[in-house]
């Protein structure tokens, strides 16, 4: 969702999460008042009025914004933010998050991103595209993207992880997209990764979770596949779902027919699910996510 | 949409509108705050963020609200309607709208809004139901509301729209739902209904506008047929658009058929359309509408 | 899906199951083309064209063929049926099912059957509803359908599935609709029922089979919920399905909206299931569904 | 749709057209079943049973079908063809359509056709790419495929089309597809073309034909926006409709946004139309498609 004044180089989006309790949006719509930024688009949400996690998303324009930008954090930070304990962040359009692909053999869902990246549709810098395979090479390095090949044996898999974590480190990625990326991340790759992993499931969750869900959608009968897009946490396909879609099929398709219809389906959740990351509108928040 | 406060006797919505200019969510939120209210859901849009026209919707609870309700709106108008020159409503969680449904002979539209009023989804009183038809008055009185036949003739149409207007204004009548009624309304009559009205149109607008869609629908070859609910203005079918939906449809279907899958079509978009008007959640602004 | 000539007298559908092998298709055709018939429309299906299971549903008018029914069929058994040792069906247009409906308190699915009784959309003749508790009465009893009050403790589980096997036996029932029917159904009274049990399960199964869908579905955070009608085996939630669909919903929605939303995708799928099986679409085979 | 049979070398479709009378699938299933042939499946369709248009397609397996083919086709032309005065054509499995795209400078289209080659989804050879701009040359080009700038000018129109004509008849291309090709054809460059052109429109026809569509819808205020797959006629946008989709918008959204959301339509319900076509599913008729 885009707003009429989304071309202003000074608009800018405020997250906010504490405890709810009366007088926090009157605080911060008076900050921004006050500072003369006028309000574009706000969306709030509260676990519960009395006593919850409250969460806050305002998109709003400020004359000059970037070259006072120091000032305006250090007041928000003593007025609002201290007083109601408040974790906030600003990101200033424009400011790019820097993301990571990774990516396996199938090239349905990393061919969707690179070529919105094309149009311009994520607000994003892709700065790789690392597999443990070599084959998407050439189509990786023709949308002028490095592309690392980092080969995954079962004897090998531990230093695989350290080789990927030390891509994300040099590259300071903000945001891993696992674009059917075939490999199990570990535990312990997950906790020093530092950022979120979105992944793309290729099945409407919580059915059908584990390997080769439309071999076992097919057997079971089911009328709609579906693909799942969800922030990866320890538990293997359990993580915050961020967005979800689904396909009708019938009992005419053979399981090559239901894994293209599948790629259609998969790769439009994936795309719309990094869309809303990157725009700031996913939180995770006890196993669920809010999305705005 | 429905917050978890929805079963407080003390929630309230708020509706402003007025010209955009910075500082209202400020000065609104600040209001409910130093009156011990705490916002349960806020929902704004500006037709344009410099000078255009601002829509604010705001769900809260207060303590004692009923009881302090005439000082709580004088407040409101001093300090913050009058400075800013805004158009308000205050509406409490339980004060139902008082509705009227026209309808001619096909009843699947009908016998959806009474089964949804039967299970307590509409936040309205359903105090008439007025017909040009004898047909459906079993089912009508079955749900204990009253129904009135108003037959119309060529000749004696402006007598049964008086008639209509009479009824309307003996109900105190605050929607108007026209559940495929198959008269049309003349501009002398919408010139003097004094509150909103809302129709069931069978086709996808502005596509197949007029009579007979679903002929021309199957004529025209479309792979999916649709309903659309408007408000209803001097421009036949041409008012502002609430809600839209489809369904698909093939070559095998006989317009007989059609118009069985249209009928699924018709009763949902209508219904979603009254629920949401009644929830407050729809502004018509400039021929076009906002839904919160 | 309905063809062109479904209004004439001398329609009738043939349903046909037979180990598939070459010259099935020219057999049932030669001989309705010697018998005069004019096929209207034929699908067809094999689980595996050598050697699986092969279905077909062809729908033929033929002038006078109610009157020559029984040589009509006596002839295809000699000339088709026996030499292809096929499992075969006649069925004229106009030949209504016998329907029993069972209920418990929720009306949402079971008012949507009556409605569509009403406009005629089930090709069934509704022969009772069986309620476990007496809530229901006026309304079914307006549709001029008798009611059947059987309530249901849990010492007198077994007297009450026998008084309404009794039920179901006295009013030749070929087709047991669950709408919402709160109790499980023993293995005894499965194996005794003699004709199919449709069901309607508040979730997109595989995902939350069981008790409580809505509230583990929100808890799971889902994007879509869903509903799906199947046939009942005695594996719980585990029979063939029918129709499946789904309504998207968001972080903002209780746990009491889910239901209403979830609601309006229950019965639009169970009356679709129960259409399709009435117009003999429906074969389960191993577990699953083909739906013509 | 696919069937499990899709595999083998073996399999063939065969199309007929007729004018409808008794008999003729028998006579086609009987000739069938004479050659040792399987059929896969069927689908039919009657404009009419009384004298209207008859459609058939059919799959099936046999062996050598191809050493034989001449033969095959021979018999049939005298014993099932000629009879019954029947159009038909065979198309063997692997015998690929040679198909021009035809596109500007939105690359969306185009992206989601050359990828969906690359995967082997389409059963076609794209022969080349002609565009009236330079920009898409090396993404074309890199998927191996010919890429032939044709510059169109007001005053060098002629000139272009007919350079266009030579460039598919040298190529004997056989499926033309427009994928956001941004210039309207003259009616006698469609006179000449000699093979199906495929267009997508990008507005759910026929609300919104002609030029920019989506603003027009913005304006309008509809719900839902979606995207057209026709066969090219002289009639602007009036060509009989392969595939239609939508997609929910909001109030929220900017023109731009639309386009963005817009264009996941238009590829899909594009590469749907393709693939329907490339399968010898689309048949047009009287100004309507049928598609099996």
New interface residues.
Partial sequence: ??????ASPYTARLLVACR?R??I??AV??F??AE???????????S???GGQFFLRMEF?ADELLERRDGFERRFAETVAEPFEIEWELRHRGERRRMTILVSRY??CL??LL?RH??D?LEAEITQVISNHPDLE??VR?AGIPYRHVPVEKASKHEAEERILELLAETRTELVVLARYMQILSPDFLARVGCPVVNIHHS?????AGADPYRRAR??????I?ATAHYVTEELDAG???????ARV?????A??LE?VG??VER?VLARAVMKHLDDRVIAHG?????F
């Fill in positions: 969702m885009t707003s009429e004044a989304e709810d009366p007088g949006v009157a719509s008076s921004l008042h003369g930024a006028n309000i574009v688009s706000s969306e709030q949400y509260s519960d009025p009395t324009v090239d349905h061919a969707d070529s094309r149009r549709e050439a189509e023709l409407f969750l919580p059915a059908f057997e079971r009968g089911v009328k709609l579906g915050p779902i961020i967005e979800q879609d689904v019938d009992h005419r398709q053979s090559r027919e293209r790629r259609d439009i196993g669920r996510t809010i999305v």
